[in-house]
Every structure is written in C-alpha cells, then in structure tokens.
C-alpha cells in the first residue's frame, strides 16, 4: 500500500466515523433507546425473512393478534402471535420455564421483544426471550404494559 494510499484511508476513516457515530445508530458498547431498537428491529426482520436467515438477535415491537396455547413439550414456552407494522407476523415463542409468563396479554395489545430471530414460511419464530443466568448467550425479554419479562 502505498503512502498517499494509506493516507487517503486515514482520511475517509477521520471523516466517516465521526458522522457515522452521530446518526443516532447505536455503536459498540452503547445502547439504543427502545424506539431505536424497534426501528432496526423491523428492517433486521424484513432483511433475515427475506435471506431466510436465522439465529439473529433482534428486537422490536408489534401488536398482538393471536394467543396461542401454552407448549408443554419439554420446557415449557408461552406462545402468540405479533404483527409489526410492516405486516409481517412473528411467533413469540417464550420459556416460561426460565423466564415470567406475561400474565394478561390480549389480542390488541402491544409486545416489546428481544430475542432470536429463525425463518419460517410465515414470517418467523422469535424465542430465547429471557435471561441467561449460565451467561453464555445475549439475554433476551419481553415488554408488556410497563412490565419486563425475563
């Protein structure tokens, strides 16, 4: 590489960092707000249905639409579906084993998530929405009437 080469490099990066930093994206070791979270949320979702892509943290919020019943195979896991205001449905699929069930959750209501992301036909399965007390993996929630559940 030569000097006016590297140069250049240091130029663009002096440049492009500083306003990448201020877009309102969150950088490494920041956290964004719950609104910033929902707005990358629903184009990381759209991006990972698209690519049928899976195992992707995400986050968002959506309005519910169906309450399913509890799955009792193995662990147990509390189930209903979100519609994101970009259309798309998601399955929240969360393991009431190790996290709070959302006790008084109905359809209308509106769910704040944070979880894994697996593509399915139907727009998705979020799961992994609670803590992680062994610490080996990012902790996930769920958001309902001012309640956090882990």
């Known amino acids: ?6 140069a250049l490099l240091l130029l663009v990066a002096t440049v492009l960092l500083p ?3 201020s877009s ?3 950088q490494a070791g920041e956290e964004a707000g719950p609104n910033e979270d929902a707005g990358r949320g ?6 990972a249905f698209e690519a049928r892509q899976s195992g992707i943290q995400v986050a968002g919020s959506g309005r519910v639409i169906r309450i399913l019943a509890d799955d009792d195979d193995g662990d147990r896991h509390q ?6 205001s970009s259309g798309q449905t998601l399955l929240i699929s969360h393991n009431i084993d190790v996290g709070s069930r959302v006790d ?11 979880g ?4 399915n036909d139907r727009g998705g399965v979020v799961h992994w929405t609670h803590h992680d007390s062994d610490g080996e993996h990012e902790s996930g929630w769920l958001e309902h009437d001012g309640v956090r559940h882990e």
């Open 104 to 114: 008084g959750l109905r359809v209308g209501d509106t769910v704040t998530f944070h």
């Open 1 to 6: 590489m030569t000097r006016r080469t590297l």
């Open 42 to 47: 629903e184009d990381a979702l759209a991006a």
């Open 19 to 21: 306003a990448t930093a």
């Open 79 to 84: 189930r209903f579906i979100l519609e994101l």
């Open 24 to 26: 309102g994206c969150a």
């Open 116 to 119: 894994v992301y697996e593509w």
